[in-house]
T-cell receptor, first 112, second 118 residues
């Protein structure tokens, strides 16, 4: 079935450094790729998303890139801050379906 | 602001009990979803519904059923709870057709219910 692989499962970076989380999807028809952030004890919240007709999208310190040929997409966080510490989930969705296929999550720790 | 609420934050039940988890959204969303979240496994879809009285199985429907009698409410039912159903349960909702109004089919999550089955 459809699958989204996410790496790494944990990531520790020094405050101010960059963090990159990578996801690979299996369904070539997938056309929407959201990223969710879940802080400890809180609900997942959308932080950025990208559609398949765009190769890159930026929002302040976060950016997402998409390589349709390779079927992978990545989240980039620059100038990391302690409040970026959370679990990040990638997901993929295909036309005609409302469902997301989520990755297994990345626990990001930003060390002060 | 979209608000998705769940009936309990924490629930403790015994093996064999029937368990109801309730989810309510106030944004007139057509789609509603139930996920379970387990460490290392991410968010796995149990069931979803795109309309009142409509439901579709997700990836892990075994041992669960759902009910959607009203548009704003989606219930997850564990007919006979088992210890392997101990988990965090998350409800979410989204528009059927987002169009230009919001991020494409963004799913809004509830706060979660941590269920422990003893």
């Amino acid at each position: 079935g459809e699958n989204v692989e996410q790496h790494p499962s944990t990531l520790s970076v020094q405050e101010g450094d960059s963090a990159v989380i990578k996801c690979t999807y299996s369904d070539s028809a997938s056309n929407y790729f959201p990223w969710y952030k879940q802080e400890l004890g809180k609900r997942p919240q959308l932080i950025i998303d990208i559609r398949s007709n765009v190769g890159e999208k930026k929002d302040q310190r976060i950016a997402v890139t998409l390589n349709k040929t390779a079927k992978h997409f990545s989240l980039h966080i620059t100038e990391t801050q302690p409040e970026d510490s959370a679990v990040y989930f990638c997901a993929a969705s295909s036309p005609g379906t409302y469902k997301y296929i989520f990755g297994t999550g990345t626990r990001l720790k930003v060390l002060a | 602001d979209v608000k998705v609420t769940q009936s309990s934050r924490y629930l403790v039940k015994r093996t064999g009990e029937k368990v109801f988890l309730e989810c309510v959204q106030d944004m007139d969303h057509e789609n509603m979803f139930w996920y379970r979240q387990d460490p290392g496994l991410g968010l796995r879809l149990i069931y979803f519904s795109y309309d009142v009285k409509m439901k579709e199985k997700g990836d892990i429907p075994e041992g669960y059923s759902v009910s959607r009698e009203k548009k704003e409410r989606f219930s997850l039912i564990l007919e006979s709870a088992s210890t392997n159903q101990t988990s965090m349960y998350l409800c979410a909702s989204s528009l059927l057709f987002a169009g230009l109004r919001s991020s494409y089919n963004e799913q809004f999550f509830g706060p979660g219910t941590r269920l422990t089955v003893l």
